[in-house]
């Protein structure tokens, strides 16, 4: 089945600084992938879509300036968390869908810590 | 505006028996549902899924119930089985599932008793 790689999987990083996070469809190619954000016992929220050559599409209160989404080919896009903050802290999903398919397959998400 | 609601934070049940994880949603646009599990630190699992033109699908333990009317689903899992303790999260989209958009509940976390 369709695999979704997503790189780190935790990181911890200082406040000011900024965090890029990977995801890699690995045997299918996509042109959307999708950046989820999940607050403890909280749902899981779009943030953006990321299209492959095109700018991202945002959610409402989703900073784009501060989460940079690129999407430089068909099988990876990157979310960077820049001048990260302690409220950023979090844990961000990425999932992708295979050109065609209505099938989304997620990454193993990547628990971001701020200090 | 919480869209799709899973009412129940927590659902315990013995190993053999039924497992019912239930969800409402507000939006009559949507018309494709599906059910994610997902296990601590990791990203969502697809469990099952429907389409608003049927009231029931079924996979193996697995069966999705619709009732439109009362906007309403629900996720059978029978018998179950002390691996299937995770979180359960309903999602709903638009046209089918061809939007962007997935809109998910809270969870449902379930135990299984051995």
């Known amino acids: 089945g369709a695999v979704v790689s997503q790189h780190p999987s935790r990181v911890i990083c200082k406040s000011g600084t900024s965090v890029k996070i990977e995801c890699r469809s690995l045997?299918?190619?996509?042109?959307?992938m999708f950046w989820y954000r999940q607050f403890p016992k909280q749902s899981l929220m779009l943030m953006a879509t990321s299209n492959e050559g095109s700018k991202a599409t945002y959610e409402q209160g989703v900073e784009k300036d501060k989460f940079l989404i690129n999407h430089a080919s068909l099988t990876l896009s990157t979310l960077t968390v820049t001048s990260a903050h302690p409220e950023d802290s979090s844990f961000y999903i990425c999932?992708?869908?295979?050109?065609?398919?209505?099938?989304?397959?997620f990454g193993s998400g990547t628990r971001l810590t701020v200090v | 505006d919480q869209q799709v609601k899973q009412n129940s934070p927590s659902l315990s049940v013995q190993e053999g028996r039924i497992s019912i994880l239930n969800c409402d949603y507000t939006n009559s646009m949507f018309d494709y549902f599906l059910w994610y599990k997902k296990y601590p630190a990791e990203g969502p699992t697809f469990l099952i899924s429907?389409?608003?033109?049927?009231d029931k699908n079924e996979d193996g333990r697995f069966t999705v119930f619709l009732n439109k009317s009362a906007k309403h689903l629900s996720l059978h899992i029978v018998p179950s089985q002390p691996g299937d303790s995770a979180v359960y999260f309903c999602?709903?989209?638009?046209?089918?599932?061809?939007?962007?958009?997935?809109?998910f509940g809270t969870g449902t976390l379930l135990a299984v008793q051995p």
């Open positions: 045997d299918f190619q996509a042109t959307t």
């Open positions: 999932s992708a869908r295979e050109t065609g398919t209505y099938g989304y397959t």
């Open positions: 429907i389409s608003s033109i049927k």
């Open positions: 999602a709903a989209s638009l046209d089918g599932g061809a939007t962007n958009k997935l809109i």
